[in-house]
């Protein structure tokens, strides 16, 4: 049972751009959700979170904002960057315990 | 570097066989997360260990098996491994109620 979810693979998106990536959970008692980035052959790395009792966070050009009514998040880049190629997993968790992820989108920046 | 390292980087083995996966936490971190990721798949939560117990478990398999010692390191052990088994297994680590877990850079484990 997937419990986060992004229904997009892949996103493709031109420099200076804005880049959206969206995630859905299903598991109301997530009280803390945060965006990892992934390069190829490398783990994950932490990027932003977010708790529950916000609604939006902003760290440079990446924001993060949190829809609870709809079980929904985003993560916003402003401008896209040909580095911020990577996979990027949205992750939520309860309390202190194991991290949900979900399968990933794949985001290509175009120059 | 996250400051947790896993061993090997990557592990070639027959169908059949056993193999051990090495996880040594950031220092102070006392969780240990194993997760799999099998091509062009998410991270599935496998098993979550906190100061030496086990504290959840996800989806996985009976044939794997885990443990935490007492320096914090942890082992992922996978038996009978089967073609299927083949992916990236991703260590993380965390402090109690952190932000976030920090990963190792995984191990690539190639079953033949």
């Known amino acids: 049972d997937q419990q986060v979810k992004q229904n997009s693979p892949s996103l493709s998106v031109q420099e200076g751009r804005i880049s959206i990536l969206n995630c859905d959970y299903t598991n109301s008692m997530f009280d803390y959700f945060l965006w990892y980035k992934k390069y190829p052959a490398e783990g994950p790395t932490f990027l932003i979170s977010i708790s529950s009792i916000k609604d939006k966070n902003e760290d440079g050009r990446f924001t993060v904002f949190l829809n609870k009514s709809a079980k929904h998040l985003s993560l916003h880049i402003v401008p896209s960057q040909p580095g911020d190629s990577a996979v990027y997993f949205c992750?939520?968790?309860?309390?202190?315990?194991?991290?949900?992820f979900g399968t990933g989108t794949r985001l290509t920046v175009i120059p | 570097d996250s400051g947790v390292t896993q061993t090997p980087k990557h592990l070639i083995t027959a169908t059949g066989q056993r193999v051990t996966l090495r996880c040594s936490p950031r220092s102070g971190d006392l969780s240990v997360y194993w997760y799999q990721q099998s091509l062009d798949q998410g991270l599935q939560f496998l098993i979550h260990y906190y100061n030496g117990e086990e504290r959840a478990k996800g989806n996985i398999l009976e044939r794997f098996s885990a443990q935490q010692f007492p320096d914090l390191h942890s082992e992922l052990n996978l038996s009978s491994l089967e073609l299927g088994d083949s992916a990236l297994y991703f260590c993380?680590?965390?402090?109690?109620?952190?932000?976030?877990?920090?990963f190792g850079q995984g191990t690539r484990l190639t079953v033949v």
């Open positions: 993380a680590s965390s402090v109690e109620g952190g932000e976030g877990a920090f």
């Open positions: 992750a939520a968790r309860v309390g202190a315990n194991n991290l949900f």
